[in-house]
């Protein structure tokens, strides 16, 4: 069973910066691809960032240039580095990893809201 740790959510000021963690149980070179969602009440969970195993990254156009996903291989751990945080950036933020056998795995969730 694989786990998903997220860690970094947090009450920050608009024009502010977080960074979430997403610490795996085991190898992140397991999974085809790692990603982070969110989810606002009454909306759908979307993507916002994502790293495939070879490091290339994507992102979803309303963070382009605010958001970067990176990973740190010897820690199993991914990172959100959050800039520039808006109202419309709160949300719950959750951790996905895809495995080869399609299998999907979640972690708990961290909540991240951006007011003054």
């Known amino acids: 069973q694989v786990q998903l740790v997220e860690s970094g959510g947090g009450l920050v000021q608009p024009g502010g910066s977080l960074r979430l963690s997403c610490a795996a149980s085991?190898?992140?070179?397991?999974?085809?691809?790692m990603g982070w969602y969110r989810q606002a009440p009454g909306q759908q969970r979307t993507l916002v960032a994502r790293?495939?195993?070879?490091?290339?990254?994507s992102s979803a156009d309303s963070v382009k240039g605010r958001f970067t996903i990176s990973r740190d291989n010897a820690k199993n751990t991914v990172y959100l580095q959050m800039n520039s945080l808006k109202p419309e950036d709160t949300a719950t933020y959750y951790c996905n990893a895809g495995a080869y056998s399609g299998d999907q795995y979640w972690g708990q969730g961290t909540q991240v809201t951006v007011s003054s």
């Open positions: 085991r190898s992140i070179f397991s999974f085809v691809a």
């Open positions: 790293i495939i195993s070879s490091g290339s990254t």
